[in-house]
């Protein structure tokens, strides 16, 4: 995979960094993936592999290491510890992905982990053209707002997943299921099931299905 840094400026002349693939064809739809972890691990770098492969163009927010390799404008980019956007960071890189040359204008947000919490949250209140979620922690808290998503939207959920307690799963789906839009699937595994960098937690099956889903719902934004 190849990628070029990106800034994006968010507020007053300060910045975010992204990672944009340059190989996608033109007039593609771009896929945002927001990590869980500070380091990207086997279920970032598969999917991203897999989206390129099809023709996609991805974006993922940059590390501070990759800030600093970088040495560009360090004084005024937002560095954190870790990998992540907050949800009005990831707004300014959907509106600037949207208007890159190349792009179709749509714009999927993906999230794994912590990162699922947040594509939820863009599918609540940024309006992506798609959202998906894999096993996102503390939906549970903001089942409120997902009366306001109205992009295709689709959990990835893991039946053993010990981060999600019995009664989180039956108030998700009680307030999801039924609407047209919103799709769950529950699996044979854990949380980190998509994770090939996590050999106890990893199940192929499941992670090719959850993707093989994933593409589905990307493709209909071509």
Wanted: hydrophobic share 40%; net charge negative.
């Amino acid at each position: 995979m190849t990628f070029m840094l990106q800034h994006i400026e968010v507020d007053h002349g300060k910045f975010i960094l992204a990672k944009i693939s340059i190989t996608a064809v033109a007039d593609s739809p771009t896929a945002i993936i927001l990590p869980g972890k500070p380091v990207e691990d086997g279920s970032v770098t598969s999917l991203a592999e897999m989206l390129i492969d099809h023709g996609f163009a991805c974006c993922l927010p940059s590390t501070k290491v990759e800030v600093q390799e970088a040495k560009k404008h360090p004084s005024r980019n937002i560095n954190r510890p870790n990998n992540s956007w907050e949800l009005n960071e990831l707004d300014q890189a959907m509106r600037f992905i949207r208007s890159t040359p190349g792009s179709n204008g749509k714009v999927a947000v993906i999230g794994f982990g912590h990162g699922g919490q947040q594509a939820y949250l863009a599918a609540c209140r940024l309006k992506p053209d798609a959202a998906i979620i894999y096993h996102g922690t503390h939906i549970d808290d903001f089942l409120e707002e997902g009366r306001h998503i109205d992009c295709e939207t689709v959990f990835h959920l893991g039946n053993d997943d010990p981060y999600m307690t019995d009664e989180a799963d039956r108030k998700i789906h009680a307030a999801l299921i039924g609407k047209f839009n919103i799709a769950i699937y529950k699996y044979h595994a854990g949380d980190a099931f998509t994770n090939e960098d996590d050999p106890v937690n990893y199940v192929r099956e499941a992670a090719l299905l959850a993707h093989t889903r994933t593409l589905d719902v990307l493709c209909k934004l071509k």
